[in-house]
């Protein structure tokens, strides 16, 4: 088994930033992808980000060149840098990591506030 935390979520202003950081533990072998999704009131959940186990990112359009993520292997550590940040990126966030398995975080909620 696997098991993620969260941390960093928060009310912000609109233009702020936050980080987000998801700490993989247990019985992990391999990681492969370690990503981001976000679920907003009355919305299905949807990627945000993704980061493959070479460094490899695939970012979503809505937040291009707002959002990085980024990986420590030797931590089993995702993050998510999420820069000017606006009204519509209000959402519980969710840390994904894939092994052989998928595993998911808790969730921890942003608000972005105008």
């Known amino acids: 088994q696997v098991q993620l935390a969260e941390s960093g979520g928060g009310l912000v202003q609109a233009g702020g930033s936050l980080r987000l950081s998801c700490v993989a533990s247990?019985?992990?072998?391999?990681?492969?992808?370690m990503g981001w999704y976000r679920q907003a009131p009355g919305k299905q959940r949807e990627l945000v980000a993704v980061i493959t186990s070479s460094g490899i990112t695939n970012v979503v359009d809505s937040v291009k060149g707002r959002f990085t993520i980024s990986r420590d292997n030797a931590k089993n550590t995702v993050y998510l840098q999420m820069n000017s940040l606006k009204l519509e990126d209000t959402a519980v966030y969710y840390c994904?990591?894939?092994?052989?398995?998928?595993?998911w975080g808790r969730g921890t909620l942003v608000t972005v506030s105008g």
């Open positions: 994904n990591v894939v092994t052989a398995y998928s595993y």
């Open positions: 247990g019985s992990i072998f391999r990681i492969n992808s």
